[in-house]
């Protein structure tokens, strides 16, 4: 994954006391480690410092955190889009260009990582190391000239972690939601059902999923198979046709619209894809997560905002503040995606989210930490 990912300053759940430091220099220098999902020794008198690596098919981003009260401050974020998974649909490998890109990002991160000495982190990496046949090779190579070492997760993990950093933002009393997470080489969607009762932490949340789907499509994948620089309603319906194939093996899918129908039930969606919906919605000048994380958008803003980027020539989506010409090329297959998951369960309302995987390993880390007491600091290993 990601197509996610519109600034390097995440926020934490709604109401939290959030300090947001700027980026440290790339420079800076310390002891160096391995850095796994273990525990690390931390320095800091403050308490302890967390950390959490998303390692995506389109995305490299990093987040510190220290615990506040029931959710955390930030300290540091990184992000760069490094398009690891470029032209792996159509080979099957990780290119030597597209690798070196990602090392390049990964070094500024190890040394944000030197520079804090999180107590505990967890480094993870998803759909194109996944898929990759050369995807272990390149992690031995990071681990071999970086020293950190990243844990490639299961399609599952993925889903349960990106629920988690977006928990906060289903809304308080509905029945249930349907998360999707539009990434760069896959998107996965849950399906989360509060009849039951709804968990009192968010640590907690992915108990909830009734049921889930990742899907073998996300923003490059779907550019690389349609195009993504001159759209149209042709190629666009295509794409759309595309996704819907997939989203028919969702498990439970004639019952999820069901619920739809009889209960309160909302989309929340976390991706770049979305976010940059809201912003064109906003109609902002630059893009402002602040404005964008926890908006409602309604089906009909949706289909406007969506008609509106089909009328943009490539060039004008290049121009656009909200868009850029990193993601000028992606915005439409990843709305694609989106629409395909609108048109199988409609409703009226989606929240977006601007906030994923690195939060829900902040959170997961640090709401098992609550449970369980300080975790014992433990060296993995020293460069």
């Not at 220290?66 to 470029?86: A, M, Q, Y």
């Not at 990742?214 to 759209?231: H, K, N, W, Y």
């Not at 902002?284 to 089906?299: A, F, I, N, P």
């Amino acid at each position: 994954m990601t197509d996610r990912d519109r600034s390097a300053e995440p926020v934490t759940p709604t109401g939290a006391s959030v300090v947001h430091a700027p980026e440290r220099p790339s420079g800076a220098t310390g002891t160096e480690r391995r850095t796994t999902s273990a525990s690390l020794p931390s320095r800091r008198p403050r308490g302890p410092v967390y950390a959490a690596l998303d390692l995506g098919t389109n995305n490299c981003r990093l987040l510190i955190a220290r615990p506040h009260e029931k959710s955390f401050r930030v300290l540091d974020g990184f992000t760069r889009i490094v398009r690891l998974g470029e032209g792996l649909s159509t080979t099957g490998r990780l290119s030597d260009a597209a690798m070196d890109r990602t090392i390049e990002a990964l070094r500024l991160c190890r040394n944000k990582l030197r520079e804090h000495e999180p107590m505990r982190a967890r480094l993870i990496a998803t759909e194109a190391c996944r898929s990759a046949s050369n995807g272990q090779e390149f992690l031995n190579r990071v681990e071999a000239e970086l020293g950190i070492v990243l844990e490639i997760v299961d399609r599952r993990t993925e889903a349960e972690l990106a629920v988690t950093g977006c928990a906060d933002l289903i809304e308080e009393g509905t029945d249930g939601a349907l998360m999707f997470d539009i990434g760069g080489g896959s998107s996965e969607l849950a399906w989360l059902d509060f009849r039951g009762g709804r968990p009192k932490r968010q640590g907690r949340m992915a108990a909830s999923i009734r049921s889930w789907q990742s899907l073998p499509v996300g923003v490059v994948s779907i550019a690389e198979r349609f195009g993504g620089i001159d759209v149209t309603h042709e190629s666009f319906e295509a794409m759309v046709d595309h996704v819907a194939q997939h989203l028919r093996e969702f498990r439970g899918r004639q019952k999820l619209r069901q619920m739809i129908d009889d209960h309160a039930v909302h989309l929340i969606g976390t991706s770049g894809t979305v976010t940059t919906l809201a912003g064109l919605h906003l109609g902002l000048e630059r893009y402002e997560r602040q404005k964008v994380d926890g908006l409602w958008m309604t089906s009909d803003q949706v289909d406007a905002t969506i008609a509106a980027l089909l009328g943009m020539s490539f060039d004008r989506r290049v121009s656009h503040p909200c868009i850029g010409r990193d993601r000028a090329d992606l915005v439409l297959p990843g709305c694609a995606i989106f629409e395909a998951i609108r048109r199988e369960w409609p409703t009226s309302r989606v929240r977006v989210a601007d906030r994923g995987l690195r939060e829900g390993i902040l959170i997961s880390l640090m709401d098992a930490d609550r449970t369980v007491g300080s975790p014992s600091a433990r060296v993995v290993s020293h460069g």
